[in-house]
C-alpha cells in the first residue's frame, strides 16, 4: 500500500505556493528512513516573488511604532505555546528528535527568545542629542536593514528560524527564510501560524536546496544575508554577498573544547559533559565534543565518561528513555561513520563507534582516547554523538591544544580553582566560555564566535543591533 505524502508549500506575500515550475523534493522522516512529505525546489522565480513581497511590506512594517512590533511578536510567542503539541510533532517527524525533549528543551526557549526580542522592539534607540559642533545638534538614529534573506539549518530547525526571523521582525526588517532541503516541515508550519499575525509580505518562507539559497543571497533586494550552516556554507555565502556589498551574518562550525583539571568533581563533570556532548545526536556546534583532561585523572575520567556513553540510549521519538534520535540524513550518518573507520592506530574507542538498528540513522553514544592534536577527528568537526578525548600536562599546554583549531564558537572549562577559571576564560579564544558547566543558552546573552566560527551575534541586544543600521543626523541651531 501506498501512503500518499504530505504536501508542503512555499509561504510567500501571505500565500502558500507550490514552485513556480512545479518542482519538488522529498522529506525523510530521519527516524524510518521514510518520505513523508514533498516540499518545493523552488527556483529563481520563487525566490524573486519571495523578494518582492518582502520589499513591497517593507515600508509599512518599518513605520510600524515599537509597540505594534512588539505586540505582533508577542502574539507570534502566544500562538506557538497555543500549538506547542502540534510543533512539536512537527519538528519530530521532521528531524526524529524525541518528542518529550522536544517539548520540554526547544520550544519553551523558542517562546521565550520571541518574547524577549518583542521587549528589544522597544529600545531601537540612538543615542541622546547633544551638540558636538558649535550651532549644530546630532542625532544618531538606528533604522531596519531592510530586507533580510535568512537561511535556516536542519540540526534545530525551528530555534534557529526564531533566532533568524525574532530580531529582525523585531528592529524592522521583513525576512525571506529558507529552511534545509531536508527539515521544512516545522517552518512550513510556523508560517501558518505567523501568517495569521503579520502582514502579507513581512514573513516569507521559501523552500529549497543549495541552488536556492545562492539565489537567495546573490539577489539584488535583501540588505542582509544571513545563515547557519557549515564553514563551507558561509564562505560561499560571504563571496556571494560580497558581490554587491550586503552585509552577512555567520554562525557556522564549531569544535568545542572541555578542559578538565584534576580538581574538577570527575563523577559529575562526566556526567554532564555527556549529555552536553550527546545531546541532539552531537548535532550542535557548540556540543562538547573534544575532551582536554589533566593526565593524573585521564584514566578514571574515560572510564567514568565510557559508562556514562554505554548508559546513554538512542532511539525512536516516542521512546521516553533516550537522549537523542537519529542523525539528520544518510550523508550525515555517512560522514560521521567515516571519522571512526579513519581512526589512527593510536586511537581507542571506549564507547560505542557503531551504527544502532536498521532503519533510520542512529549511530551509538561513542567515546574515544588516544587521540594526538593533529588527528583528524581532533582538527574537524564531525557533529555527531562522538566525544574525544586527549590529556595535558599543565595548563598552558591545555589551552594551547583548546585554541589549536580553526573554530572558536564555544568552550568550557571544569575547575574548583576560580583563579584558574578566570584565566583560561581570559585566554580561550572562544566565543563562549563556560565554567563548570557546558551548553546552556539564555536569550539575555549574546551566541557567536570567532575564526571559522563565523562572526555576527545570535540571541541578544547585540544581536539585535545586528539587524540595525546607524544614521547619523545633524541639524543647525540657526533655521
Same mark, same amino acid.
Given at each position: 500500500?501506498?501512503?500518499?505524502?504530505?504536501?508542503?508549500?512555499?509561504?510567500?506575500?501571505?500565500?502558500?505556493?507550490?514552485?513556480?515550475?512545479?518542482?519538488?523534493?522529498?522529506?525523510?522522516?530521519?527516524?524510518?528512513?521514510?518520505?513523508?512529505?514533498?516540499?518545493?525546489?523552488?527556483?529563481?522565480?520563487?525566490?524573486?516573488?519571495? /523578494?518582492?513581497?518582502?520589499?513591497?511590506?517593507?515600508?509599512?512594517?518599518?513605520?510600524?511604532?515599537?509597540?505594534?512590533?512588539?505586540?505582533?511578536?508577542?502574539?507570534?510567542?502566544?500562538?506557538?505555546?497555543? =500549538? +506547542?503539541?502540534?510543533?512539536?510533532?512537527?519538528?519530530?517527524?521532521?528531524?526524529?528528535?524525541?518528542?518529550?525533549?522536544?517539548?520540554?528543551?526547544?520550544?519553551?526557549?523558542?517562546?521565550?527568545?520571541?518574547?524577549?526580542? +518583542?521587549?528589544?522592539?522597544?529600545?531601537?534607540?540612538? =543615542?541622546?542629542?547633544?551638540?558636538?559642533?558649535?550651532?549644530?545638534?546630532?542625532?544618531?538614529?538606528?533604522?531596519?536593514?531592510?530586507?533580510?534573506?535568512?537561511?535556516?539549518?536542519?540540526?534545530?530547525?525551528?530555534? /534557529?528560524?526564531?533566532?533568524?526571523?525574532?530580531?529582525?521582525?523585531?528592529?524592522?526588517?521583513?525576512?525571506?527564510?529558507?529552511?534545509?532541503?531536508?527539515?521544512?516541515?516545522?517552518?512550513?508550519?510556523?508560517?501558518?501560524?505567523?501568517?495569521?499575525?503579520?502582514?502579507?509580505?513581512?514573513?516569507?518562507?521559501?523552500?529549497?536546496?543549495?541552488?536556492?539559497?545562492?539565489?537567495?543571497?546573490?539577489?539584488?533586494?535583501?540588505? /542582509? +544575508?544571513?545563515?547557519?550552516?557549515?564553514?563551507?556554507?558561509?564562505?560561499?555565502?560571504?563571496?556571494?554577498?560580497?558581490?554587491?556589498?550586503? =552585509?552577512?551574518?555567520?554562525?557556522?562550525?564549531?569544535?568545542?573544547?572541555?578542559?578538565?583539571?584534576?580538581?574538577?568533581?570527575?563523577?559529575?563533570?562526566?556526567?554532564?559533559?555527556?549529555?552536553?556532548?550527546?545531546?541532539?545526536?552531537?548535532?550542535?556546534?557548540?556540543?562538547?565534543? =573534544?575532551?582536554?583532561?589533566?593526565?593524573?585523572?585521564?584514566?578514571?575520567?574515560?572510564?567514568?565518561?565510557?559508562?556514562? +556513553?554505554?548508559?546513554?540510549?538512542?532511539?525512536?521519538?516516542?521512546?521516553?528513555?533516550?537522549?537523542?534520535?537519529?542523525?539528520?540524513?544518510?550523508?550525515?550518518?555517512?560522514?560521521?561513520?567515516?571519522?571512526?573507520?579513519?581512526?589512527?592506530?593510536?586511537?581507542?574507542?571506549?564507547?560505542?563507534?557503531?551504527?544502532?538498528?536498521?532503519?533510520?540513522?542512529?549511530?551509538?553514544?561513542?567515546?574515544?582516547?588516544?587521540?594526538?592534536?593533529?588527528?583528524?577527528?581532533?582538527?574537524?568537526?564531525?557533529?555527531?554523538?562522538?566525544?574525544?578525548?586527549?590529556?595535558?600536562?599543565?595548563?598552558?599546554?591545555?589551552?594551547?591544544?583548546?585554541?589549536?583549531?580553526?573554530?572558536?564558537?564555544?568552550?568550557?572549562?571544569?575547575?574548583?580553582?576560580?583563579?584558574?577559571?578566570?584565566? /583560561?576564560?581570559?585566554?580561550?579564544?572562544?566565543?563562549?566560555?563556560?565554567?563548570?558547566?557546558?551548553?546552556?543558552?539564555?536569550?539575555?546573552?549574546?551566541?557567536?564566535?570567532?575564526?571559522?566560527?563565523?562572526?555576527?551575534?545570535?540571541?541578544?541586544?547585540?544581536?539585535?543591533?545586528?539587524?540595525?543600521?546607524?544614521?547619523?543626523?545633524?541639524?543647525?541651531?540657526?533655521?
Amino acid at each position: 500500500m501506498t501512503t500518499e505524502l504530505r504536501r508542503l508549500r512555499n509561504y510567500i506575500g501571505g500565500e502558500f505556493k507550490d514552485a513556480a515550475d512545479g518542482r519538488t523534493t522529498e522529506v525523510v522522516n530521519p527516524a524510518t528512513g521514510e518520505a513523508y512529505a514533498t516540499a518545493p525546489l523552488s527556483g529563481q522565480a520563487d525566490v524573486d516573488a519571495a /523578494m518582492e513581497a518582502a520589499a513591497a511590506a517593507f515600508p509599512a512594517w518599518r513605520d510600524a511604532t515599537p509597540s505594534e512590533r512588539q505586540k505582533a511578536l508577542l502574539k507570534i510567542a502566544d500562538a506557538f505555546e497555543a =500549538r +506547542a503539541d502540534e510543533l512539536v510533532a512537527t519538528e519530530s517527524e521532521n528531524t526524529g528528535k524525541p518528542l518529550g525533549l522536544t517539548a520540554s528543551e526547544e520550544l519553551p526557549p523558542m517562546v521565550d527568545q520571541i518574547r524577549f526580542f +518583542a521587549g528589544a522592539a522597544r529600545l531601537l534607540e540612538g =543615542r541622546s542629542a547633544g551638540e558636538y559642533m558649535e550651532g549644530m545638534t546630532s542625532i544618531v538614529r538606528r533604522e531596519p536593514v531592510g530586507v533580510c534573506a535568512q537561511v535556516a539549518p536542519w540540526n534545530y530547525p525551528m530555534m /534557529m528560524a526564531v533566532w533568524k526571523f525574532a530580531p529582525a521582525l523585531a528592529a524592522g526588517n521583513t525576512v525571506v527564510l529558507k529552511p534545509s532541503d531536508t527539515t521544512p516541515a516545522s517552518t512550513i508550519l510556523m508560517a501558518e501560524i505567523i501568517g495569521d499575525i503579520l502582514p502579507k509580505g513581512v514573513f516569507n518562507v521559501v523552500c529549497g536546496d543549495r541552488d536556492t539559497g545562492r539565489a537567495m543571497v546573490e539577489h539584488s533586494t535583501p540588505a /542582509m +544575508a544571513s545563515i547557519t550552516g557549515s564553514v563551507r556554507a558561509g564562505m560561499q555565502v560571504a563571496e556571494s554577498a560580497s558581490k554587491d556589498v550586503k =552585509r552577512v551574518h555567520l554562525e557556522l562550525g564549531g569544535k568545542a573544547p572541555v578542559v578538565v583539571f584534576a580538581d574538577a568533581d570527575i563523577a559529575k563533570a562526566a556526567e554532564d559533559i555527556a549529555v552536553a556532548g550527546f545531546f541532539n545526536a552531537g548535532q550542535d556546534c557548540t556540543a562538547a565534543c =573534544r575532551v582536554l583532561v589533566h593526565e593524573s585523572i585521564h584514566d578514571e575520567f574515560v572510564a567514568a565518561l565510557a559508562k556514562n +556513553a554505554a548508559d546513554t540510549k538512542t532511539g525512536q521519538p516516542d521512546d521516553e528513555d533516550v537522549l537523542y534520535g537519529p542523525l539528520n540524513n544518510p550523508n550525515q550518518l555517512k560522514q560521521v561513520a567515516g571519522f571512526i573507520e579513519r581512526l589512527p592506530a593510536h586511537a581507542k574507542v571506549e564507547a560505542g563507534g557503531h551504527q544502532v538498528g536498521e532503519k533510520g540513522y542512529f549511530y551509538a553514544p561513542t567515546v574515544v582516547s588516544g587521540l594526538k592534536q593533529d588527528d583528524e577527528i581532533i582538527q574537524n568537526e564531525v557533529f555527531g554523538p562522538v566525544i574525544t578525548v586527549q590529556s595535558f600536562t599543565d595548563e598552558d599546554q591545555a589551552l594551547a591544544y583548546a585554541n589549536d583549531v580553526e573554530f572558536a564558537l564555544a568552550s568550557s572549562v571544569w575547575t574548583k580553582d576560580h583563579g584558574r577559571a578566570m584565566r /583560561m576564560s581570559k585566554n580561550l579564544d572562544f566565543g563562549c566560555v563556560w565554567i563548570n558547566t557546558h551548553i546552556p543558552l539564555v536569550a539575555e546573552m549574546p551566541h557567536g564566535g570567532y575564526k571559522k566560527s563565523g562572526y555576527g551575534k545570535d540571541l541578544s541586544a547585540y544581536g539585535f543591533e545586528d539587524y540595525t543600521r546607524i544614521k547619523h543626523v545633524m541639524t543647525s541651531l540657526d533655521g
